[in-house]
């Protein structure tokens, strides 16, 4: 992604964030076990190293989904 963005392009990467307890965590964890254990924040060092930078993550507004956002530099 990093290699066909322009200078001062940004990357923005949203992903399936599982809730953090009561039920329907684990309602979650039994129906995409695969998926239940993603963190966002686990992508931050992947864009840093591909040359990102002004790398941000943090939720949505939905209750299940979480972003990740590197700039390219200008």
């Known amino acids: ?3 066909v963005l322009k200078p001062g ?3 923005l990467v949203v992903d399936f964030e599982p809730p953090k307890s009561g039920l329907l965590r ?3 964890e039994k129906a995409i076990t695969p998926m239940a254990h993603v ?3 686990e992508y931050v ?3 840093a190293e591909a040359g ?3 790398i941000q993550t943090g939720p949505t ?3 299940l989904l979480s972003y990740v956002r590197g700039m390219v530099p200008a």
Do not use: A, E, W, Y
């Open 26 to 28: 684990m309602i979650v």
């Open 61 to 63: 507004s939905s209750k």
């Open 45 to 47: 060092p992947l864009l």
């Open 9 to 11: 392009g940004v990357c």
């Open 52 to 54: 990102f930078t002004d």
């Open 1 to 3: 992604m990093r290699r």
């Open 39 to 41: 963190d966002v924040r």
